[in-house]
């Protein structure tokens, strides 16, 4: 059973830093599918990321995503007030257990 | 413009059963695999169940193996998730989330989620 480690749990930064999110799977993953989730409070989730780096539609280019074997990380490059939020990685119907990004 | 909305979430007993319903609207609905992913209250997402395009194939998570049962309607765009012997542990916002051609795929829209409460 594939499961999907993030760290960490919380971050706490200030707007115009860069965020660095990790995901780490249990075993050799695809990584074409591999995806990102945004989620703000009250909202449902929003797709960020699929194939490991390739952002969706209407997703600012700060947001990048990279790979290295079984770890995966996503970058937000500098951080926007509306970037505060909860990040999923997923992968093959698991999800990781989430990311706070929160304001420092 | 992909809509979803989730329809049939109620309080329930443990125990009893509840059949939640998603209207698919803005895309081609028999193209795409659909899926059921649940997020409790504070808690983190969990994917529930998926269903292939032609609904010949069909996925569920451990925890609700043999209880919940997933069907589409391609002829009406619609999507359902039939749950039996509820528990507290199924309460839930339940959310409708389409994917793309395999079960597998990542997920690219989501619903607003409708909400599953079991209590006695």
């Known amino acids: 059973e594939l499961v999907l480690t993030q760290s960490p749990g919380t971050l706490s930064l200030s707007p115009g830093e860069r965020a660095t999110l990790s995901c780490r799977a ?3 993953v ?7 989730y945004q989620q703000k409070p009250g909202q449902a989730p929003r797709l960020l990321l ?5 952002r969706a539609t209407g997703v600012p280019d700060r947001f990048s995503g990279s790979e ?10 500098r951080l926007e007030p509306e970037d ?3 990040y999923y990685c997923q992968q093959s119907l698991a999800f ?3 990311t706070k990004v929160e304001i420092k | 413009e992909v809509q979803l909305v989730e329809s049939g979430g109620l309080l329930v007993q443990p125990g009893r059963s509840l059949r939640l319903s998603c209207a698919a609207s803005g ?11 649940r997020q409790a209250a504070g808690k983190g ?7 292939s395009w032609s609904g010949g194939d069909t996925a569920y998570a451990d925890s609700v193996k043999g209880r919940f049962t997933i069907s589409r309607d391609n002829a009406k765009n619609s999507l359902h998730l039939q749950m039996k012997s509820l528990t507290a542990e199924d309460t839930a916002l339940y959310y409708c989330v389409k994917g793309l051609a395999a079960i597998t795929d990542h997920f690219d829209s989501w619903g607003q989620g409708t909400l599953v409460t079991v209590s006695s």
Do not use: C
């Open chain 2, 45 to 51: 997402l969990e994917w529930v169940s998926g269903i």
């Open chain 1, 30 to 36: 695809f990584s074409s599918y591999l995806a990102w």
């Open chain 1, 68 to 77: 290295s074997g079984t770890d995966f990380t996503l970058t937000i490059s």
């Open chain 1, 26 to 28: 249990s075993q050799s």
């Open chain 2, 27 to 37: 895309f081609n609905f028999d193209d795409y695999a659909m899926h059921w992913v």
């Open chain 1, 96 to 98: 990781g257990q989430g």
């Open chain 1, 50 to 54: 699929y194939g490991a780096s390739n």
């Open chain 1, 84 to 86: 505060f939020a909860v």
